[in-house]
């Protein structure tokens, strides 16, 4: 099997006082596709700065398949890096090409995988364009393509949707498919969750520099826990009715309420209890948990402990 492609054991980075990665334990196993999703500032460009050895972590140790970031392994990594930048003199053809024979591809073979690649993503009209003369989801594209030109094991995509349109970004889901299927294994960051929702294996949410999940699609829908969304007649207090039955409600959008199911309690129990309770029901639906919610609730708990641990500290220094 061999080593995994990425191990991060315990990184941390700070910038002078400030620390963007805070003891980060993650794992990408050979063949998945792992999404690192978090919000602005969360530290996911930082971890994957370190994770190629760009940046070197304070504390912690990276591994890329099984030792230290190195030029022999880089080889068998492909970056599409945050910060988009081509040589805007060069060709799409010759932009990939050129990307290709740094990790080794030969001339012939580097140009051949360049027209069979634009003409897949729908540039084949443009192989021979100056990278000025291409829209900015034009060189995006070309910069993708850049990173998997030479058929990397490895793949990782920093925000590789941003700045692409609903058709290239379903473009982007089809080819990260293929290079999976190639064998790829793929990292890739967004803070877009429907992206992750659809392509991934596993995901690891990252928040103020701090994981704050790491598992399955599976496991973050039950992270969130289960429930069910009752409607009622206008003015109908749901919450004083359901709470003496054990139901616990922490949402509400107008006369729609959202009741949580605790563990081997389905949306029939909570149905039949709001009828019992002489709730007027205007409707009912068990809720469809999607990866968007899983995300602002883990960030909002990850923010309001920060907020917390800072009262905390401030409360100490003041007492001291
Ligand atoms: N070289 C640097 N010097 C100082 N601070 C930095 C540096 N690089 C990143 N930071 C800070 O570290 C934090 C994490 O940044 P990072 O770019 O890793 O976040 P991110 O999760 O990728 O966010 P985004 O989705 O906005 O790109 C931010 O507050 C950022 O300002």
């Known amino acids: 099997m061999g080593p995994a492609p990425l191990e991060l054991d315990a990184v941390t980075k700070r910038f002078g006082s400030f620390t963007a990665v805070r003891d980060l334990t993650m794992s990408v196993p050979k063949g998945s596709i792992v999404g ?30 099984g030792a230290q970031p190195n030029i022999e392994s880089l080889r068998h990594v492909g970056f599409l890096p945050e910060e988009r930048g081509l040589y805007k003199k060069m060709t799409a053809r010759a932009t990939i090409s050129y990307f290709a024979r740094l990790k080794g591809m030969s001339a ?137 039955k054990g139901f616990e409600i922490n949402e509400r959008s107008g006369d729609i309420w959202r009741v949580k199911l605790p563990a081997g309690v389905d949306a029939q129990d909570a149905l039949r209890a709001a009828i019992d309770a002489g709730a007027p029901i205007t409707s009912f639906r068990p809720e469809e948990a999607r990866l968007r919610d899983v995300f602002v609730s883990l960030v909002s708990e990850a923010e309001a402990e920060d907020l917390r641990q800072s009262l905390a500290a401030d409360t100490a220094r003041k007492v001291a």
């Not at 690192?36 to 398949?65: E, H, I, Q």
């Open 36 to 65: 690192f999703l978090g919000p602005n500032g969360a530290g996911k460009s930082t971890s994957l700065r370190m994770a190629l050895g760009v940046l070197s972590p304070d504390k912690g140790k990276v591994s890329l398949f």
């Open 108 to 244: 012939g073979e580097s140009r051949k995988r360049a027209d069979e690649l634009l003409e897949r993503m729908g540039l084949g009209d443009f192989a021979r364009s100056r990278v000025s003369k291409l829209s900015k989801g034009m060189s995006q594209k070309v910069q993708i393509l850049s990173s998997l030109a030479h058929q990397p094991d490895f793949l990782i995509l920093d925000e590789p949707f941003s700045g692409l349109d609903p058709v290239n970004q379903q473009g982007l889901e089809d080819m990260i498919i293929e290079e999976h299927k190639r064998g790829a294994t793929i990292l890739f960051s967004t803070h877009v969750m429907e992206h992750a929702e659809r392509l991934c294996d596993s995901i690891v949410m990252m928040a103020r520099g701090r994981k704050v999940f790491d598992g399955t699609l599976d496991e973050a829908f039950g992270a969130l826990g289960r429930a069910v969304l009752i409607g009622v007649s206008a003015g109908f207090d749901l919450d004083a009715a359901l709470k003496p």
